[in-house]
């Protein structure tokens, strides 16, 4: 009897796994590969342009080829999340994991080949299509875990979306490194490895089921919905859950789901789509892209050579993996507030620390070593606060027929502020850098203590009420709401 209680345990661990390998892990794998082999992607362009056209290729023409391989990987990670939304609708959101791998393993091969078919172009259109997959897969995964975890543990299924997003990132620096695959000999290999975690999701995730309130819900199958569930919570616990699904979809009432401009102009919704707004293009423009842009110049301050800052970097790449992993043993224990409102006023403070240390980088030698040590304490805040508690709030404020667009919403501001930080940051002065970000983190941290709520352990409907009087005002007579969500319904929002 034990063994079968602790079963579904281990199922949603695996689920977590399964759904990690080949969705957030390759958003955190692509995007911090791409440096590694800088050098001898430029020496690919200047020997495939020089082959191809007999004459030289121009320095300012190869720097836009390696800006397009660059960033083309952040529009693909917004057309992504354009499509993802609506991938999760149409084809479940176990579907649409599933069908995302194919668009990695395309990608992977065409980067494969580009080098030994002398092809630069299929290296671009690789880049653009993983950016594709990573856009699609950071915006079902949390989807998925969010809907299949149990109330008091969907704040750490969902941090399985950051944990796996930062152990990306620093298995692509660990292989990024030169004895590895980082070498000239070996970096067609490092961008094509994008195959093997689609092959391992296309291996495992199909022996999971799809999320059962989407099973319900959205497709109306109730006896599918019960077998997933007693797969996820166990056959004496899967009860309780699907009491929950259903008062969730009694009060939908047949409610389809909306599309994003819907969205914007329900009133029902318009507070918790603020929040998503702004949360997502606080994490983006908190200062943690900063952080990894000014890492090698303020590690080359501190004395560290040119050959062991790929080493040192990888610190700070473990730094974010152990936060992730910290902030999901927490989130269900002190709550998503005071982690994520805790976690921006620490930036807040580290911000400061920086701003003056690199003011006065050459006038002590002590000042560099202030720098280094206030960037891992950023990323330990970062990764305790909005990296890892965003994503899972996202799931959260909004019931099952707002979700996806929320995310398609929250997908898409997020891409577009990560390409435009990766555009200006050359451009800003580095000691002012931080300033700016000082004042971000503390509003975005004033706005979320006064308008989101502890969502701990509260069903979906519950947290929707909790943004009731935010978003029809406080003297709303109940018959007033009612009347009102009745014509939206009639409406067919």
Known sequence: S??????????????????????????????????????????????????????????????????????????????????????????????????????????????GISFPTGLFELLIVGRFLIGINSGVGICVQPLYLGEVAPKHLRGGMAMGSSIFLTGGILTGQIIGLRELLGGEMYWPLLLSNSCFPAFAQLLFLPWFPESPRYLLIDRGDELSCVKALKRFHGSSEYRREMEDIQRESFALDGEKAKKPCQLFTDRAVRWQLITVIVMTMGQQLS??????????????????????????????????????????LLIDYVGRRYLIIGGYLLMTLWSIVLTFSLTYQELYPWVPYVSMTSIFAFILSFGLGPGGVTNTLIAELFIQSSRPAAYMIGGTISWISFFTIGMLFPFIVVSYCFLVCLLECSSVAAFLFLVIPETKNKSFLAIKNEFHKLNFGRNTKKKETELYERRRLHDGF
Request: glycine share 10%.
């Open 2 to 111: 034990f063994l079968i209680d602790i079963t579904w345990i281990w199922t949603l661990f695996l689920a977590v796994c399964a759904v990690g390998i080949g969705g957030t892990f390759q958003y955190g794998y692509n995007a911090s590969i791409i440096n590694a082999p800088t050098q001898h992607i430029h020496r690919f362009l200047n020997e495939t342009w020089t082959n191809r056209y007999h004459e030289a290729l121009n320095p300012d023409l190869l720097t836009f080829l390696w800006s397009v391989i660059a960033s083309v990987f952040s529009l693909g990670g917004l057309c992504g999340a354009i499509v993802g939304g609506s991938m999760a609708i149409c084809l479940g959101r176990k579907g649409a994991l599933l069908m995302n791998n194919v668009i990695a393993i395309l990608a992977s091969i065409l980067m």
């Open 287 to 328: 200062g943690i892209n900063a952080i990894y842009f000014y890492a090698t110049y303020i590690f080359e301050q501190a004395g560290i050579s040119a050959e062991q800052i790929p080493y040192v970097t990888l610190g700070t790449g473990a730094c974010e993996c152990l936060t992730a992993l910290t902030c999901g």
